[in-house]
Each structure stands twice: as structure tokens, then as C-alpha cells.
């Protein structure tokens, strides 16, 4: 069985070393030469939307995903008329655009934050007296790690920010001084079987992940799981969804969710039962899925700019690194370290002895 991945970044790469022991291979399509997952799989280099290159994409794989949401709409369309491709177009269509991913959590009855559409600066004038400030300005498709955002506060000007973000259009929502940011990782197979990853406690730095910590019991594990699951459901989705949200006292309010498998899981490697990885491909191959039960009390620390000494990471036990073959440069995500332990206390000890570290 041969799987073809939009994108032949990190993603790509660690979804290959996942499919490998269930004999998958792996064909990506990728634009850059030095894409991190070329030396793992068959790697197609040509722009996400080279007709020929999506052809021989499909003419070489049985089935498509992809490891990012901005992939052009056509090149689905394209690929969708002769094989599957998960997760569906219209789930990706929905996550890439945060002004449908909004409506659709509205219209499930899932909390956000307020928010307000903008596309020129008198809608932003406009936003901004019904939202309040402080608030944030999104681009609507295409941000990332804080990419394409503005932080409004009072007194700070709205041509300035409007013009920060290219002028694209964009939301303004309020600023949500949460107690706690969290994700959920959900999986839904081809046939309809859902399961559900612990919460991870998200910290970013700068809108770049830095800290993932897997969440034993929490108690806002239940809405978490209802608001994934009438999100699969609705949309028929299949494959890994992530969620992420901001925790206000007992709320969770959804702030984006990703199509994909996403950084904030990557902790469930060697901290689950079944990776993420795993269960993407068991759920989009029709596979049954794989248990998502926590092994110990796991944390993921991102590595981003700067490798890391690698001998005294590993001298530090239960403690595994993983890089991704990519060239240190400012902000840019290298690769992570997860840490397992049997207590909450030494996972917390481990953590600040390897933070001194990185
Ligand atoms: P996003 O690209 O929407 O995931 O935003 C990146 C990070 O910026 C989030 O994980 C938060 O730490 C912060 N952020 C984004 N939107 C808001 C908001 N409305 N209120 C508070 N913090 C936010």
C-alpha cells in the first residue's frame, strides 16, 4: 500500500516512520529540495499545484493526506477525482479558512472567543467597537505560529495593523486571558470508529509551541471529547483532527483546529499506546484504531532555532530526542524531546532540569 502526503515536512516524515512497520511506503510532493521527509520516502518535487506532478502523484499511491491545511484547493480537487483523499476537501476546506471554522463551531454549539469579520479598515474600525480591545487581528487563511497576527491594545493603531497583516482578510477577535491553553487529539476512521487522546496543556512562546504536557483526569476532558466529536460527525471527517482551545475557568473556548496531525500530539510517540501517526493511518486506511491510552505522565519540549547538545539530552533517562533533519534557523522548528516518567513530580523535576538545558 503506497500513501501519497501534501507536504513532505516534519509531519510527512514522522507519519513514514510510523506507516513503515504496517508496510506502508510513502510518496510525498513537496516543492523545496531539502524537504525533511525526501530521504525517508519517493519525494515528487514540484509546487503543490503542477498538474503533472499531482498526476503522477496519483498514478504512483492509493490513497492521499497531507501534513498542512494550505494546500491548494484544486490540487484536492484534482487528486480527489481518482482516489481518496483524507481528511475530506470540504473538513480542509472549513480548517483553512478561520472565518468557516468559527461559523462551524457556532453552529455546533462549541464556545469561542467574540469575534468579528474584516476586510478593509473601516470593518476593522467596526470590529473593533463591537469586540473591544484588546484584540487579536487574524488573517483568515494561511497564519501559523502566530504568523499573520496583530495584538490590538488601546491607543494602538488600526492602519498600522491592518497594514502588519498584508491587508488580507482577517478576523479581530477579543483577547482571552485564559487560565490554561489545551488541545485535544481525535481520530475518526473511514468507518465511523472515533477515540480520543488526554488533553495536552499547550504553552507557546512568541504564538510557537514550546511545552506540551499530557493531562491525566482532567476535568475538562468530557466537553473536550463532546466538542471533538460533534465536529468529526459533522464533517464525516477522517484522520487525525486536533483542537485547540483556551481554558477559562470551566469553558473551553475553541480557538483553531488543524486537519491533520499536529505538534501538540506529538508527545503520544512514546507517550500512548498508538502514536498519532498510527492512528492518522490505521483511521484514514480503514484500519481499526489503535488505543490512545497514556503510558505514564508524558511531556513534549519543542526545539526550535538551536540544536541541542545531544549527549547530555539523552544522559538524561527516560528521555528521547527527535530531530528532524532540518538546518538551525531562528524560529524554525527542529525537533522536540519527549520525557516520560511514572510520577506527575518527576515529570515536572525533568522538565525544569532539561529546560536548563535547551
Ligand atoms: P493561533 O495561530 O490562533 O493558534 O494563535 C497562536 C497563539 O497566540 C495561541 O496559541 C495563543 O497563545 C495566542 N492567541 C491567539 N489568539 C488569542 C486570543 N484570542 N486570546 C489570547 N491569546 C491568543
Redesign the pocket.
Known amino acids: 500500500m503506497k500513501i501519497g502526503v501534501l507536504g513532505g515536512g516534519q509531519l510527512a516524515r514522522m507519519l513514514a516512520l510510523a506507516g513503515y512497520p504496517l508496510g506502508l511506503d510513502f510518496v510525498v510532493l513537496e516543492p523545496a529540495a531539502d524537504a525533511c521527509a525526501a530521504p525517508l520516502t519517493r519525494h515528487i518535487q514540484a509546487a503543490y499545484d503542477d498538474p503533472a506532478a499531482l498526476q503522477r502523484l496519483a498514478a504512483e499511491v492509493d490513497l492521499v493526506t497531507y501534513e498542512f491545511e494550505s494546500v491548494p484547493a484544486a490540487a484536492v480537487q484534482q487528486l480527489g477525482a481518482s482516489l481518496p483523499v483524507f481528511p475530506r476537501a470540504d473538513s480542509l476546506a472549513t480548517a483553512r479558512d ?1 472565518r468557516h471554522e468559527k461559523n462551524l463551531f457556532r453552529e455546533l454549539g462549541i464556545e469561542t ?1 467574540p ?1 468579528a469579520l474584516v476586510h478593509d479598515l473601516q470593518t476593522l474600525q467596526q470590529a473593533a467597537e463591537q469586540i473591544g480591545l484588546p ?2 487581528l ?1 488573517t483568515r487563511t494561511l ?7 496583530q ?1 490590538l491594545r488601546n491607543g494602538d493603531s488600526l492602519q498600522d495593523a491592518w497594514d502588519a497583516i498584508g491587508q488580507a482578510p482577517a478576523i479581530l ?6 487560565d490554561r ?1 489545551v488541545s485535544i487529539i481525535a481520530v475518526r476512521s473511514v468507518s465511523g470508529e472515533m477515540a480520543f487522546y488526554p488533553l495536552a496543556e ?1 504553552v ?1 512562546e512568541q ?3 514550546r511545552l506540551s504536557t499530557c493531562l491525566h483526569g482532567d476535568s475538562h476532558q468530557a466537553l473536550a471529547e463532546d466538542y471533538a466529536k460533534r465536529v468529526l460527525e459533522r464533517l464525516d471527517y477522517v484522520g487525525v483532527l486536533a483542537i ?1 482551545f ?1 481554558q477559562l475557568g470551566s469553558h473551553l ?1 475553541a ?2 483546529m488543524a486537519p491533520r496531525v499536529h505538534n501538540s500530539g506529538h508527545w503520544t510517540i512514546e507517550g500512548a499506546e498508538t502514536s498519532q501517526f498510527e492512528n492518522h493511518l490505521r483511521g484514514i486506511l480503514g484500519l481499526p484504531l489503535g488505543s490512545t491510552a497514556p503510558v505514564g505522565h508524558t511531556a513534549m519540549i519543542n526545539l526550535i532555532g538551536e540544536l541541542p547538545h545531544a549527549p547530555a539530552i539523552l544522559g538524561i533517562e527516560n528521555t528521547h530526542l527527535h530531530l528532524y533533519g532540518k538546518a538551525p534557523r531562528v524560529g524554525r522548528k527542529i525537533g522536540h524531546i519527549t520525557l516520560r516518567e511514572n510520577t506527575e513530580q518527576a515529570l515536572q523535576e525533568r522538565i525544569s532540569q532539561l529546560k536548563n538545558l535547551i
Not at 497564519?143 to 497576527?149: P, R
Not at 477577535?173 to 485564559?178: A, D, N, P
Request: charged share 30%; hydrophobic share 40%.
Open positions: 478561520r472567543a469575534f484584540a487579536v487574524k497564519g501559523y505560529d502566530g504568523k499573520g497576527q495584538v477577535e477579543g483577547l482571552i486571558e485564559f491553553e499547550n507557546h504564538g510557537i509551541l485547540e483556551f473556548l480557538n483553531e
